[in-house]
């Protein structure tokens, strides 16, 4: 790993000289700057540094090493020491990066939208603030935050302002989970789960690869456990809603809408008995997700006791806080005098039976701390921008508890102020951040929570009680359709919409770009009488909302899925209009789900923008699996063992011979590779249309099949990066020798001796290449400092595909060759290989007997991709394995 | 006697060059030549605009993607290179084989081989991601020591075609020389006489030099005659050396050429019934020539239907999936439609040519030949893009609809093609005098 | 009087002339020369042609091309620059035989246009024959015959009467 040594006065210098760099036109920061004539110590241009940092997006922090080339964050990677990430990162916390550098991030204070400066805004909260001195009036509204500072910091404030009140409204927040842990436990606690140790899953509609604060922490344990290992693995039950992750690779998946999940709950049936034998047998345990009730969540807490499953339970990360109505309620009535928004888009995102922007104007006082001039900005009395989180200091729990310091790597590239300073200029004592989070850690050894991303021992203290019996009301049969909302797997809740790569990334289910779709089941369209492009009509009492179909199968029948974070209209260029607005039918009594929508077939159509469009294998053997009792009885997963002849004498490959191995067991589809390797490798967003017209850009990409047997419908995920055939089919057609192959059996493309024929994508029978059809890098000047300097930014008419990352190659190189050594195994992570939560990515050298990706290709789930060409791929597939329960015939 | 024979009795020396040169020296220009030459200029006008904007903002302005990154461009090029093919094919191996009556339309069939390779030539250079690179597909000295990459079809494409441009031009320049001094010496103008005179090279007739010319002449047709074969060859190699279904064929080479044949001859009965009509021409391109090509239209037209008939059969006796699905697809897939277009025109429609009336009818013929060239270009296009739409990864499966730009710029070359053959009609002798002289000399010898 | 290039004769037809030809040889004239509108059989060996040299040019050229075309192609990939083009071996000859193919033609081909063009010292856009008016009927239906000063056999006044006893159309000076 990089080194992270690391002190203050170093970040100080690194940072006021990375702005001066950056030059993004923006005023000098308020420290002193230090040209970078005067070289920081142990900075090298061209040896990128890491540092230690952390972010929540759902509900709690996830752990990263922060790449920084001369001041420059450039690329995000997980923190293998922090129990958030594993080492691995979501597709947000990759994201992440490009959000700082957005240039349409909000770049001064406003006032009634007017510039205006933050002096008018101190003097103001002043005068606010002095005719409210016991701070009646005062509120205090904050997102899903899990800072301990923060919490510390509002704490001081109820001290200061006794009648103040903090309020939290976060769309995303687990409210069942909650509810349902006080049911249980008398106290809002929430289960933690140990996966790897579970021989079987059940997974009731918990969503815990995609929406769970725990997600990469649990991705990595699931994984574990399908190790085939002595003949046994775990197996995976999902009953879902909407289509999850969890559900595509489960071993059964079984789609209803969430009222018949937990009525099946209560009332139980033939397969029931069979899954909960299975759980009892093999140490399973039960999660359960939002579209339950508390009610359900008790319950199984309670069968989680009785199994015996591995599960603690913790108190939630996220700051305690009023919840979102009553400050609406006291808003309308003229009760609030200044309030004061900390972060979050609630004008946006709060229920819509709230109407809170509406509430909003009745507030004299309103100042909004935002990335962006959104939703709520615009009518809030004060825009402030906020600090990204690579910009300054504060903290972050992880669901476990586990502190870690969020430290920046820039100053701030515009007048931006970070939550804690705001709290601080409302307490009047206008302390600089670094400060304030200082004080929070003031027992701990600092350089070395920073070094390691985490606070040694802050993890919670996990609860050992037994769950109270609670009685679960039998559910009355219900008629009709309902409706699931979701966060968006790539937005979120619409925090990302301005962020080109999320728009851009296919949803791993629908393969749907730059939207989101009303899902449904073949046979529900079939009943509306709709098809993919049609427009739907979902009314919900008087809301009404008009969204275009698309059809998932294995989507539960009777149920529509809509994700949330779509149709901004203060996000910004990118984020602007894309999509429809879910939020207006989500209201405070039906967060997650809701009962008795209509819907009809509304006039008009609409084009999506997919990367995939076929979703069956049509007989090929692309994504392959096997199931356990077959792998078991014959020792290997696949018969034919093709042959490989050629007339040509083999190419030698003495030093290195780079290979990939991708486990498709692994494999969960969250897409994560597909981010990392755009960061990584500067791969350009092509936009909307062009993605109709079938030309994006990712290098690596996930490719989703259904297969029907007579044990059911499989869904595989397939991430597909170049195949670096030692036989390149690409390479020989090539006229000009762009693409060749280098000593180590890499193929390459060269960029600048490319002239653009397309002979090579022509010719790949895996269609990896990529081909920049127009000048898609932007020119400007802040999405260039995002830019990896390792990497050539590709301009158009040149054809770009996965390199192995051979930048990371050439970096260990150099560095083995410093010590006079070869590169040892796992020196060369690939940013995929990196970012991966289940580690489906194996990376290494063939030559060194040892290595990992040696191991991986002996296994007996190793087969080569369309090996019948006899195009040799260096990277190769292992198989996925199906568990199914033999009890459970259908 | 043919009736080639019997029309050409009517002429002699004097009266053959006279009518000929005439056409270029003394005619007026007739509203309609001046109709098409101000309606192809405004066609060339807008190719050259479709170029300067695919230029300027990149390829990205057409329909091409992946998976289908090769489009139009590449289909027009196959297809005018195959329109090409009719004018060596006539004037060089008709040469070898002693037919007399390619005399009358050897030398505009050759013109026409040599505007449609032009045009052809052109769009592999549109084609690229960056044309102004174009020229480091051929060798020539360079810093960084490299050199093309020799197993790339694309560079055999680049030599193919050169030579064949380069052959055909000096074929039929050759050819031009000696009635460019019958115009020189017939011109009346100081101008016409200095260009014309210019070009001719200062040519006499002198008899060792006639000796010279025809042997060159002669070995030139014997070295077009493989030339010929092998320039749709190679083309078909671009497809043929690729590893996708649909691409990946032996049957290519030859089935290319007869296809290229087949769109060249069309192509001649397209430019010698009108043209034949408007300059009274009827003696020289007389009945007989026509239903001779529409023979040569039919025979091609067999080849062709022999090759589509193998490629489905191949796929299925090879047993090879993915070559099965390319064909079923071929037929009753997204581009199916195309596909019977294309068997309706170029194997169902020429059968008609079975019947001497429809050989001897100017109009059948001329509508037949429309047909056929658009049956042909339709072929091209299926085999580019229908090929290639649905490969080997489900996945990556997609579709090529092409834009406003990929129309503009195939009227546009079609519109250019006809300017430059205006053009020739107008300042060139569309027939060869000087072989038409000879001819009329062997009639009067028998 | 300016000095003569030679003197000549008009006739109707290709047989005329090929006769006259070949009665000028007879009577001893060496430098025959005959003009006609299309190439007429045996007139070039009527007025002594010997040796065609374009068919030995075309095959030197040809040779030139295809061995160059070879070596160049195996030269490049396997001595000058070696590649690894997906696993196949520097030198794939089979793949180089087209290119070689092409380069034979190419070069035969312009090496027999030069040739002939050089063997016949065209371009030469002035020429004394086209001093004379009638000459411009050598391209439409006219046939000449020059008899060229400068050898111990031409004689302006004895040419003029062997000429004239061929019963030309009519008989030119040809200036010099």
């Known amino acids: 790993m990089p080194s992270l040594k690391f002190t203050r006065r170093e970040f100080l210098k690194l940072g006021a000289a990375s702005a001066a760099l950056a030059g993004a036109g923006c005023a000098p920061p308020a420290e002193r700057i230090v040209p970078y004539a005067n070289q920081p110590e142990n900075a090298l241009p061209g040896v990128p540094r890491f540092y230690a940092s952390a972010a929540s997006f759902v509900g709690g922090a996830e752990g990263m090493l922060i790449e920084a080339n001369t001041g420059r964050p450039t690329k995000v990677e997980g923190n293998p020491a922090h129990p958030g990430s594993l080492g691995a990162t979501s597709v947000q916390g990759q994201a992440a990066v490009l959000q700082l550098w957005d240039p349409e991030r909000s770049k001064a204070p406003r006032r009634g939208g007017q510039p205006a400066t933050r002096d008018a805004l101190a003097r103001e909260l002043n005068d606010a603030l002095g005719s409210l001195r016991a701070g009646e009036g005062v509120r205090v509204l904050i997102d899903g935050s899990t800072s301990p500072t923060l919490a510390r910091q509002l704490e001081l404030l109820g001290k200061r302002f006794p009648a103040a009140r903090v309020h939290r409204w976060d769309p995303l927040e687990p409210v069942a989970r909650r509810e349902g842990g006080r049911l249980a436990f008398g106290r809002p606690l929430e289960p933690l789960v140990r996966l790897e140790e579970a021989g079987a899953i059940l997974d009731l509609d918990s969503r815990f690869l995609e929406d769970h604060p725990f997600r990469l922490n649990y991705a990595r344990q699931y994984a574990r456990g399908r190790e085939v290992r002595g003949g046994r693995m775990s197996r995976l039950y999902v009953f879902e809603s909407a289509p999850s992750l969890a559900g595509a690779v489960a071993d059964h998946r079984y789609a209803m809408p969430a009222h018949d999940i937990e009525s099946w709950l209560v009332e139980g049936d033939r397969r029931q008995k069979a899954i909960l034998e299975d759980l009892k047998k093999n140490r399973g345990v039960i999660l359960a997700g939002e579209s339950l009730s508390p009610q359900a969540h008790a319950r199984v807490h309670r069968l989680n006791g009785e199994l015996g499953a591995s599960v603690s339970y913790v108190p939630p990360a996220q700051i305690d806080a009023l919840p979102l109505p009553p400050l609406v309620e006291d808003m309308r009535a003229g009760r609030v005098k200044l309030l004061l928004i900390l972060e979050g888009n609630p004008a946006y995102d709060a229920p819509a039976d709230l109407a809170f922007a509406e509430a909003l104007a009745a507030v004299p006082l309103s100042v909004h701390l935002s990335l962006y001039f959104d939703e709520t900005s615009a009518r809030s009395t004060w825009h402030v921008p906020a600090t990204h989180f690579m910009e300054h200091w504060s903290d972050a729990r992880a669901f476990d508890g586990t502190a870690a310091i969020v430290q920046p790597v820039i100053a701030p590239l515009y007048d931006g102020v970070s939550p804690h300073e705001m709290v601080s200029l409302v307490l009047q004592e206008s302390r600089r951040g670094y400060d304030i989070v200082r004080e929070t850690w003031r027992d701990i050894d600092w350089p070395a929570a920073l070094r390691s991303g985490v606070v040694p021992e802050s993890a919670s203290r996990t609860v050992k009680v037994a769950p109270r019996s609670v009685d679960m009301p039998r559910a009355a049969p219900r008629e009709g359709w309902s409706v699931r909302f979701v966060p968006d797997q790539s937005v979120l809740d619409g925090r990302f919409a301005n962020n080109a790569w999320l728009q851009e990334l296919p949803r791993s289910e629908s393969k749907i770009t730059w939207d989101n779709a009303a899902l449904l089941s073949p046979a529900s369209a079939k009943t509306l009488g709709v098809a993919v492009d049609d427009m739907l009509e979902i009314s919900l009492g008087e809301r009404r909302l008009l969204a275009p179909v698309w059809l998932v199968p294995g989507h539960a029948d009777g149920t529509v899925t809509l994700a949330l974070g779509y149709g901004r209209t203060h996000a910004g260029s990118v984020g602007n209009g894309v999509g429809f607005n879910a939020f207006l039918l989500r209201t405070s009594t039906s967060l997650w789900k809701a009962h008795g929508v209509s819907l009809r077939k509304a006039p008009g159509h609409h084009g999506f923008a997919t990367t995939q469009n076929h979703a069956r294998m049509e007989g090929r053997d692309l994504a392959r699996h096997v199931r356990l009792e077959e792998l078991v009885k014959k020792g290997k997963a696949w018969d034919e063992e093709t042959p490989r002849h050629s007339l040509y004498k083999e190419w030698p490959y003495e030093g290195y011979r780079w290979a990939m191995v991708v486990s498709l067991n692994n494999c969960v589809g969250c897409n994560a590779c597909t981010i990392a390797c755009q960061a990584e490798n500067n791969i350009p967003v092509v936009g909307r249309e062009e993605v109709i017209a079938g030309r994006e850009m990712h290098w690596i990409r996930v490719d989703r099949y259904y297969q029907q047997h007579d044990y059911g419908e499989v869904t595989l995920f397939q991430p597909v990066p170049c195949m670096h ?166 | 006697m043919s009736e080639i024979d019997a029309r050409l009795q009517r002429w002699g020396y004097a009266s053959v060059t006279d009518k000929i040169s005439d056409v270029v020296l003394r005619r007026p220009t007739h509203w309609i030549w001046a109709g098409g030459f101000v309606v192809t200029a405004l066609g060339s006008a807008l190719l050259f605009a479709g170029i300067g904007y695919l230029f300027a903002v990149g390829i990205g302005i057409w329909g091409v993607n992946i998976p289908v990154a090769w489009g139009f461009a590449i289909a027009n090029f196959v297809w005018w290179i195959g329109i090409g093919h009719a004018g060596t094919f006539i004037s060089a191996i008709l040469l070898l084989l002693r037919q007399k009556w390619r005399t009358s339309i050897n030398r505009f069939a050759e013109a026409m081989t040599l505007f449609a390779a032009g045009i052809a030539g052109l769009f592999p250079i549109l084609h690229l991601g960056r044309p102004w690179f174009f020229y480091w597909l051929v060798p020539y000295p360079n810093v960084m020591e490299l050199w093309p990459q020799w197993r790339s079809a694309l560079v055999w494409d680049i030599f193919a075609i050169s030579t064949y441009l380069i052959v055909s031009l000096l074929f039929w320049y050759l050819g031009v020389v000696p009635d460019l001094a019958t115009l020189r010496d017939r011109a009346t103008s100081r101008v016409k006489q200095v260009l014309y005179g210019l070009f001719a090279l200062g040519w006499r007739g002198e008899a060792r030099h006639w000796a010279r010319f025809e042997t060159v002449y002669l070995l030139l047709a014997g070295l077009a005659t493989p030339l010929v074969v092998s320039v749709h060859s190679v083309v078909s190699l671009d497809f043929a050396i690729g590893i996708v279904p649909g691409y990946h064929s032996t049957v290519f080479p030859p089935y290319f050429v007869a296809g290229a044949l087949f769109s060249g001859f069309a192509m001649v009965l397209t430019l010698a019934i009108p043209m034949r009509h408007f300059f009274r021409l009827e003696d020289f391109i007389t009945g007989r020539h026509l239903e001779l090509a529409a023979k040569v239209l039919l025979a091609c037209g067999w080849i062709v239907a022999y090759g589509y008939f193998i490629e489905t059969f191949t796929a299925f006796y090879g047993a090879d999936r993915f070559e099965i699905a390319m064909v079923k697809d071929r037929f009753f897939g997204f581009y199916g439609p195309l596909y019977w277009l294309v068997l309706f025109c170029n194997v169902v429609a020429p059968q008609i040519l079975w019947w001497r009336a429809a050989r001897r009818s100017v109009w059948t013929l001329f509508v037949l030949s429309l047909v056929v060239q658009l049956g042909m270009w339709s072929e091209r296009v299926m085999i580019v893009v229908q090929s290639m739409h649905r490969d080997f990864m489900p996945s990556a499966w997609g579709l090529f609809i092409p834009t406003v730009w990929d129309w503009i710029i195939l009227g546009g070359s079609i519109a250019f093609f006809f300017f430059l053959f205006l053009a020739f009609l107008r300042f060139l002798p569309a027939i060869s005098i000087y072989e038409m002289r000879k001819l009329v000399h062997e009639e009067e010898a028998q | 009087m300016s000095p003569l290039y030679g003197l000549m004769a008009e006739f109707a037809t290709p047989e005329k002339l090929k006769a006259a030809v070949e009665k000028a040889r007879a009577a001893g004239y060496r430098r025959v020369e005959a003009y006609s509108p299309f190439p007429v059989e045996g007139l070039a060996e009527a007025t002594g042609m010997k040796k065609n040299w374009v068919p030995v040019i075309v095959l030197a050229g040809g040779l030139a091309g295809g061995i160059g075309g070879f070596f160049m192609q195996w030269y490049s990939a396997v001595i000058s620059y070696p590649i690894n083009s997906g696993g196949k071996p520097p030198n794939s000859w089979p793949e180089f035989i087209p290119v070689t193919f092409e380069l034979t033609v190419l070069v035969a081909a312009i090496a027999g246009v030069v040739g002939m063009l050089v063997l016949n010292g065209l371009p030469k856009l002035y020429h004394p024959v086209f001093n004379v008016r009638a000459f411009d009927l050598a391209t439409r239906n006219r046939f000449f015959l020059c008899l060229r000063s400068g050898e111990p056999k031409f004689a302006e006044d004895s040419a003029r009467d062997f000429l004239r006893e061929l019963q030309p159309l009519g008989i030119w000076n040809v200036p010099a």
């Open chain 1, 725 to 890: 055939c030692e036989n390149a089919p690409c390479e020989y057609v090539c006229p000009v020798e762009a693409a060749v192959h280098d000593s180590e059996g890499l193929n390459l493309q060269v960029y600048n001796r490319c002239v653009g024929t397309r002979f090579c994508s022509q010719n790949c029978p895996y269609k990896v290449r990529r081909f920049n059809f127009l000048q898609y890098s932007s020119h400007d000047e802040n999405l260039k400092a995002q830019k990896n300097p390792e990497v050539t930014v590709r301009r158009r008419g040149v054809m770009e595909k996965c390199t192995y990352c051979v930048q990371r190659i050439q970096r260990a190189r150099i560095e083995a060759e410093k010590a006079n050594r070869r590169i040892a195994d796992g020196e060369v992570i690939t940013a995929c290989q990196a970012a991966c939560p289940t580690g489906a990515i194996v990376f290494g050298d063939l030559n060194d007997p040892g290595s990992a990706v040696n191991r991986a290709k002996r296994s007996p789930l190793e087969y080569d991709l369309l090996a019948e060409l006899n195009t040799r791929p260096r990277t190769s597939y292992e198989g996925r394995v199906l568990n199914r329960n033999p009890d459970l015939h259908e």
